[in-house]
């Protein structure tokens, strides 16, 4: 099989789910692994993820869907990935009640650093080692554009990034439960990235349009509101 880099040229909209890691899954396949609330009275149902990149035996699944709402932090204060609420929830909560012991077992943990907000010059903290992670903002292209290194030309505070039908968030029927986010007809909203915003009491985000809000919104938002607008798709690498 070929070994796709994780530099996208075309994601592959194929609508079949499997169910099986082997070595006939590739780059742009739909897996369903693990298991999360889906239903709107909170039933479980199973996690479908996207396959984003294959690098030899290693594949980085991205949440098909928009699993649930929250917070990137209860406060708004300064606050980075690697200490934020969102991160802790992500690598507890989630992370046990979506895997099983045999599922884990697939489930690789690797070093991560988020490089600074190169708009505004935010400084993201440190490296952090954890299974479950939420996409940068260098990733957006460097997984869905041909050319990763456009990145690094753009100065605009919103950014068309890749093709917008793959980077939309849709919410699953439990997460529409959540979310304070008044969605459109399609069930579209916005998602957390793990990059900072222009000031470490903001994180980037992609917007409901799709497109990449690099001066983000502030880690608690809305403020007031009792819900979470934010959108939550995790990503993970897992082993053949």
Same mark, same amino acid.
């Given at each position: 099989?070929?070994?796709?880099?994780?530099?996208?040229?075309?994601?592959?909209?194929?609508?079949?789910?499997?169910?099986?890691?082997?070595?006939?899954?590739?780059?742009?396949?739909?897996?369903?692994?693990?298991?999360?609330?889906?239903?709107?009275?909170?039933?479980?149902?199973?996690?479908?993820?996207?396959?984003?990149?294959?690098?030899?035996? +290693?594949?980085?699944?991205?949440?098909?869907?928009?699993?649930?709402? +929250?917070?990137?932090?209860?406060?708004?204060?300064?606050?980075?990935?690697?200490?934020?609420?969102?991160?802790?929830?992500?690598?507890?909560?989630?992370?046990?009640?979506?895997?099983?012991?045999?599922?884990?077992?697939?489930?690789?943990?690797? +070093?991560?650093? *988020?490089?600074?907000?190169?708009?505004?010059?935010?400084?993201?903290?440190?490296?952090?080692?954890?299974?479950?992670?939420?996409?940068?903002?260098?990733?957006?292209?460097?997984?869905?554009?041909?050319?990763?290194?456009?990145?690094?030309?753009?100065?605009?505070?919103?950014?068309?990034?890749?093709?917008?039908?793959?980077?939309?968030?849709?919410? *699953?029927?439990?997460?529409?439960?959540?979310? %304070?986010?008044?969605?459109?007809?399609?069930?579209?909203?916005?998602?957390?990235?793990?990059?900072?915003?222009?000031?470490?009491?903001?994180?980037?985000?992609?917007? %409901? *349009?799709?497109?990449?809000?690099?001066?983000? #919104?502030?880690?608690?938002?809305?403020?007031?509101?009792?819900?979470?607008?934010?959108? #939550?798709?995790?990503?993970?690498?897992?082993?053949?």
């Amino acid at each position: 099989m070929e070994n796709k880099t994780p530099i996208s040229k075309t994601i592959y909209n194929t609508d079949e789910i499997k169910r099986k890691i082997d070595d006939s899954l590739q780059y742009s396949d739909l897996l369903a692994f693990g298991r999360y609330p889906t239903g709107s009275n909170g039933e479980s149902g199973e996690i479908i993820w996207r396959v984003i990149a294959v690098e030899g035996d +290693r594949l980085l699944l991205l949440s098909e869907y928009l699993l649930d709402a +929250r917070q990137f932090h209860e406060e708004i204060e300064e606050v980075c990935w690697e200490s934020c609420d969102l991160q802790k929830w992500l690598n507890s909560e989630f992370y046990n009640q979506a895997f099983n012991e045999e599922e884990k077992k697939y489930i690789l943990t690797r +070093r991560l650093e *988020t490089p600074l907000n190169r708009i505004f010059g935010t400084d993201c903290g440190s490296e952090i080692e954890k299974p479950v992670f939420l996409l940068s903002a260098e990733e957006l292209y460097l997984y869905f554009t041909e050319n990763p290194d456009s990145f690094y030309q753009q100065n605009e505070g919103f950014q068309t990034v890749g093709q917008p039908s793959f980077l939309q968030g849709k919410y *699953t029927r439990y997460a529409l439960t959540k979310t %304070s986010y008044s969605t459109r007809g399609d069930q579209s909203g916005w998602w957390w990235l793990r990059t900072s915003g222009e000031e470490r009491t903001k994180a980037t985000r992609v917007t %409901s *349009t799709p497109q990449l809000d690099m001066k983000g #919104v502030f880690v608690k938002f809305p403020v007031e509101d009792s819900k979470p607008a934010g959108g #939550v798709r995790p990503a993970i690498w897992i082993r053949r």
